[in-house]
C-alpha cells in the first residue's frame, strides 16, 4: 500500500496535478513582487520574476548634465534571456517626487544562464535640481 500511495503521488506531482499554482495563487504571487517592488511586468514566471533580477545602483546627473539610470541585470534562468528595462526621471526625491522629467527604456540582448550584466539609460535633459530615477517596467524573453 505504501509503494502504491508513493506511485500515485509522484505520478501526480509529474503530471502536475499535485503542486501545481492555480492561476490565481501565480496572480496574488505576481502581485505581491509587483507591489514589493515597484515594478511591472507581463511574465507569468512565479519561481523567478524578472523584477528579481534586476538591481539599480547609479542615479545621477553626468558632466555634460543628462540624466543617468543605471545597475545590473542577472540571468537566473536556465537558458539565455533578454531584458528590456524602463525607466522614469522624476523631479525631487524620496517620498518628494513630481513630475516626470523623462522615460527610456534599454535593451539588454542575449544574457547567458547565471550571468550578470551591466546596463546603463541616459536622458538628455537637465535635472532642475534633486531627480529620482525609477524603473517602472522589465520584460524578459524568452
Not at 509522484?10 to 517592488?37: H, N, W, Y
Not at 540624466?67 to 534571456?81: C, K
Not at 522614469?88 to 550584466?117: K, P, Q
Request: aromatic share 4%; glycine share 8%.
Amino acid at each position: 500500500m505504501v509503494v502504491f500511495t508513493v506511485v500515485v503521488v509522484v505520478s501526480l506531482t509529474a503530471a502536475g496535478l499535485i503542486g501545481r499554482e492555480s492561476d490565481a495563487e501565480k496572480a496574488k504571487i505576481l502581485a505581491e513582487v509587483e507591489r514589493d517592488t515597484g515594478i511591472a511586468t507581463s511574465s507569468p514566471d512565479t519561481d523567478q520574476p524578472p523584477q528579481r533580477d534586476l538591481r539599480v545602483g547609479r542615479c545621477e546627473a553626468d558632466p555634460e548634465g543628462a540624466l543617468v539610470a543605471g545597475g545590473s541585470v542577472t540571468n537566473f534562468t536556465d537558458q539565455p534571456a533578454s531584458y528590456q528595462i524602463s525607466v522614469v526621471f522624476l523631479e525631487g526625491s524620496g517620498s518628494e517626487v513630481g513630475a516626470e522629467l523623462a522615460a527610456t527604456t534599454v535593451d539588454v540582448a542575449e544574457v547567458a544562464s547565471e550571468r550578470t550584466v551591466n546596463w546603463s539609460s541616459t536622458a538628455a535633459v537637465a535635472p532642475p535640481g534633486d531627480f529620482t530615477c525609477r524603473v517602472v517596467r522589465i520584460e524578459r524573453s524568452p
